[in-house]
Structures are given as C-alpha cells and as structure tokens.
C-alpha cells in the first residue's frame, strides 16, 4: 500500500474502507399519423406537475469526517429523518408500477440493477408495436415512399434527442450505444504526440479504451483519482493535471457525469474549467441522463454519450452521441462506410464524406428501433425528468437509512456503504460490502447468489470500472504493475489470488418503477444475513462479473 493510501485510511474520512486480506478480516401518413397519439395511460395531465425540487449539479462539501473502521459511522451520515415514501408524489409512482411494470409483481421480481439496464413500460412498447402494425417502413437510403416515412420518423426521433438535452448547438450522432459514441471520439479525435487526454480513475471502460488511440498516436495519458475518502474528484489534483498539460489543441478531458459504480455525481463545474484550460470535454452521461436533466445550453461540454435503455429500457442496441457544432469537423473519421459518404470512386480511390450526422452514422441505421426512442422520451417527458430525480433521491435515502440499523447481535454493522452520504451528491446507486457477525468480508459471489435464489436483481464485480476498484480495495499501482508484468493474461480470479486482496463490491440501484416493497424486500434480505458467520453461508457458484 502507498504512503498515500496508507494516510487516508488512518485519517477520518466520511465512508467506510474494507480491509481486503483473503484471510477474512474485514475489508402522414404524416409523422404524427404514424406516432400515432402520445397517450400515457400512466401518467394524466393532473399528475404530470413537478412535484419535489429539481436536482442541481452544485457539489457541497460534505460535513463532519468520519472514522473509515467503523460500518456504524460509515452509514451516519443518512439522514436521520429519511423520507418515508408515502407523500402524493411517492404514491404517484407506485401506482405508475401497477400500470406500467406490473410484471415485476406477478412474477416476483425485485429488480434494482437500473443502472445495469432500465426497464421498459408497457405503454412504450404497445405503441412502438402499434407504430410498426400499422407503418410500412422501408430502409430511409432512398426516396421511395416507404423510405421517406422511415427517414422522417428518424428526423422526428433526432429532433426529440435534441430538445430533450436542449442540445439545439449539437449534432445528434445516432450509435449503438453509449460504447459505440465513445469509440467514435476515440478513433476520430486528432490525437498526435502533443496531445494529452486526461482521464478520471472513476471512468467506465468504455471511457478508459480511448487511452489506446491516444497512446498509439503518441500522446500522453494521465489518470486523476478520485478521493478515496468520498470518490469524488481531487478538485486540486484535477486542477493540476489540466494545467500544467503541454498547451495544444488537441487535449481531452473525458469524465462521466455521475459514476456507473458509486453513484457519485462529479461537478459539472469541470467541463468550462478544463475548457479555459484548453482542453475539449467528453462527458460520458450514461448513468447521469436516466434521473437527472442535462441541460446542454447550461452545461455545454464538447462530446456527450448517451445509451437510451438506460432511461426507459427500450429499445436496447441504441445510443447517441452530441457533438457541439464548434466541435464536429475536428472529429477526422478514419474510414467511411455506406451512408457516410456522398462519393466514392474506386479508380481514383478518392471519396467525399457526408457533411452532417450521417458522416458517422455507419451503415444502416436501426430505423425500425429508433422511432421507440421518440416514444420513450416522450414517456419520460410525461412524468418529468425532475420529478424522476427527486423520487430517486428519496428511494436511496431511505435505504441507506434503513441499511445503517441492520446489525449483527454484537453492534457491528451488516453492510457498508461507499462514497458521499450526501445525497445531493449522488444518484440512484450505491456500492456496498458485506461483513459476517465475526467482521470478516462476506464474498461478493456469495451475496449475488444469495439474492439470486430471492429472486432479487442486484450486481457485483467492479462493473467495467476498474479505477473504482483499485481505489475501495486497497490496490497500488506498484501491486498492479507486478502483476501485468508477471504473466502474459490473467483474469478476475488470477489477480485476486495473486494480490491476496478481494476485489469487487455489490451493487444496488434504483429507477422510476422501483417500489418502497422492493427496497424493503432487499432490506429483508440483508437482516437474514444477521448472526452468520462466511463459513455458515452456503458456497457460491456465481462468476464476478467484471
């Protein structure tokens, strides 16, 4: 362990750090026509006000600091006074579930992976299916009648993407999902041997692969960690990076808006900070945009990706990215492919690409699909992204409170919970490990199974964010190091065995149809693991997911 790392365990801190020994200690036909009428069954115009305030992206600074040994201070910080998700509002949504997603009730599901995936209301896809029964849809590269409807649900679909993100100075780049805008940015950005990219420890790794085109055009990569304290940015260590980077224009700060693991929504603050300081913005808003509103006229980075399942879970396989029209033509796609060109000769080997979209919309566009992402928002709109917001907030809060009180009979704490306990500064996820009655780490694959065999959805592993990982467990760099340079391929299990400390966490999240009963059910769960010691729990079979 680093000197570093070492100080910040002993110092107080607000979360609480797992010891990690694997010895057990305790770690028109118009368009119209064919959208047919937007009809909401869940949602009427009475119940559509704002109800709760809106969210705000300012960061405050948490309070008093906390010891990182003790899971009881850890979970301290919940307020004491949660809300108790009966108010008028909280009522709305759980009748929403009756309407849309009772199917999680009959089959008696408790789904809280929504960071995972999203889930798809009834409504949304009866309409989509009405749309596709009663349209004859053809591929939109032509001008035949049934081409010209496809390309003008399409348009229609785009123009809902953009005022939606007020995103009115962006070009809407449809992709496969938020991987496949990322990849974008990283195959056309003009790296070269001047340039920096900087990156966040707490990125997904569809974030972290555009290191590889940065480095093999010759560029320098420098990670900023996060603080292990909260797992929110060293605003001092950021500052640092982006502005003692060599001066070029061609530097990028890639960050996500909140964290796909922690649920940590880092300060968008940063994005007109690094741009004073020369460097262009990608925000990845996977795990922001499902219950928080971007504003792309208040915040204006240059790149933003987005995957629309996991706003309203349907359809899968679409995403987008906005690239801000000051931005576009600094994207120099390597390679063409139908649709993205206007000419192409083969003799002279010549070609010209398209001037808009279409230039990086390779292929053919899923245009039976995307008219669903219309519907979708539309869906989203219906309720109002801010009341979603605020409802989340309320469902975290009050399972973290309800967390915190389970105990095993000598006082020790069940579970504890990563990351800030202010829930301003958080979303709809939270990160957890578990701990027997004698305070040894009770396994990640080992809680999955347990919740799987209740028909509980939860995930674990270090979900596609290793920086977050290394960060809660205790990894060095000089550990890391060893390891990659020990052998020539490993896996999750290699590591672990090697490093002799546990990786992974549990985690849990929530969304517009999760239910009061299913945070209550998860609660339920957690108690049954009161007074067990690892060695009482039956063995896993589950493989980490990571």
Request: proline share 4%.
């Amino acid at each position: 362990m680093s000197d570093r790392q070492e100080s910040k365990i002993n110092a107080n801190s607000e979360v609480a750090s797992p010891q990690n020994t694997l010895t057990g200690e305790a770690n028109t036909r118009s368009v119209d026509a064919a959208y047919g009428a937007v009809e909401m069954n869940s949602v009427d115009a009475a119940d559509a006000t704002l109800i709760g305030a809106a969210q705000t992206d300012k960061h405050s600074k948490t309070g008093d600091e906390l010891p990182v040994d003790s899971a009881d201070t850890a979970n301290a910080r919940c307020d004491d006074h949660p809300g108790t998700l009966n108010s008028p509002d909280d009522l709305f949504f759980e009748e929403l579930r009756k309407r849309e997603f009772n199917i999680l009730d009959e089959q008696g599901h408790v789904y809280l992976d929504y960071t995972g995936g999203n889930l798809y209301p009834e409504s949304v896809v009866k309409q989509h299916q009405d749309q596709l029964l009663s349209s004859v849809l053809g591929n939109p590269h032509s001008t035949n009648p049934t081409s010209q409807l496809a390309t003008q649900l399409v348009e229609a679909t785009r123009a809902k993407v953009i005022e939606f993100f007020n995103a009115k100075d962006y070009i809407c780049i449809f992709t496969q999902n938020a991987s496949g805008a990322l990849k974008v940015v990283g195959e056309s950005y003009p790296f070269g041997p001047g340039s920096t990219l900087i990156l966040l420890g707490d990125n997904h790794n569809s974030v972290n692969g555009i290191r590889e085109y940065c480095n093999h055009k010759g560029g320098k990569t420098q990670y900023v960690q996060v603080q292990y304290e909260d797992l929110k940015v060293n605003d001092e260590a950021l500052h640092n990076a982006l502005a003692t980077a060599p001066p070029g224009d061609a530097n990028l700060f890639a960050f996500p808006g909140q964290s796909n693991v922690s649920g940590v929504k880092h300060d968008m603050k940063w994005i007109k900070r690094a741009q004073d300081l020369g460097f262009d913005v990608l925000l990845d808003a996977a795990a922001y945009v499902p219950s928080t509103r971007l504003d792309l006229q208040r915040v204006k980075p240059d790149f933003v990706s987005v995957s629309f399942y996991k706003i309203f879970g349907y359809p899968t396989g679409i995403g987008a990215l906005l690239v801000h029209k000051d931005k576009f033509e600094k994207l120099a796609k390597p390679w063409f492919a139908g649709g993205t060109v206007t000419l192409v000769s083969v003799a002279e080997q010549k070609q010209f690409l398209a001037k808009g979209h279409e230039r990086f919309e390779d292929g053919t566009l899923s245009y039976n699909m995307l008219p669903a992402v219309k519907i979708g928002l539309d869906f989203i709109d219906s309720i109002g992204i801010d009341r979603i917001n605020a409802r989340v907030r309320r469902l975290i809060e009050y399972v973290c409170t309800e967390l915190k009180n389970v105990k095993h009979s000598n006082g020790m704490s069940v579970v504890r919970v990563f990351g800030p306990q202010n829930f301003s500064e958080r979303g709809g996820n939270i990160i957890m490990s578990f701990f027997d009655i004698d305070g040894n780490l009770i396994p990640f694959e080992r809680v999955e199974e347990l919740a799987n065999n209740r028909k509980i959805s939860i995930r674990t592993g270090c979900f596609c964010n290793p920086g977050i990982d290394e960060i809660n467990n205790c990894v060095t760099t000089e550990e890391i190091a060893r390891y990659f340079m020990s052998r020539d391929s490993g896996n999750f299990h290699d590591m672990i065995t090697f490093l002799g400390k546990m990786r992974g966490a549990t985690r849990l999240s929530v969304g517009l149809s999760t239910s009061k009963k299913d945070l209550d059910s998860f609660i339920a769960f957690v108690s049954e693991l009161r007074g067990h010691s690892v060695n009482s729990l039956p063995a896993s079979t589950a493989l980490p997911h990571c």
